[in-house]
């Protein structure tokens, strides 16, 4: 069985730490950020981690694992 190519979409959005963890850049963020409050602007830019079963199949989109 051929080894499976890696998704270059998921690769643009997202890398992996050295760890194994998958870490993202949070949505939300491009415009109209008068209305947010402080704290949310932020954390939303702080990176993200994904959690659970999205996680392992991000990995794995991107050849870890």
């Given amino acids: 069985m051929t080894k499976q190519k890696t998704k ?7 890398k ?3 760890t194994g ?9 491009s ?7 402080s704290k949310r602007k932020r954390q939303l830019r702080q990176k993200g ?5 999205i996680a ?3 990995a794995e989109l991107l050849g870890g694992r």
């Fill in 31 to 37: 415009h109209l950020m008068v209305r947010r409050s």
């Fill in 8 to 14: 270059k979409a998921v690769v643009k959005r997202m």
């Fill in 49 to 53: 981690i994904c959690k659970g079963k």
């Fill in 16 to 18: 992996l730490t050295k």
């Fill in 56 to 58: 392992v199949n991000m």
């Fill in 21 to 29: 963890k998958v870490k993202f850049r949070h949505a939300f963020t």
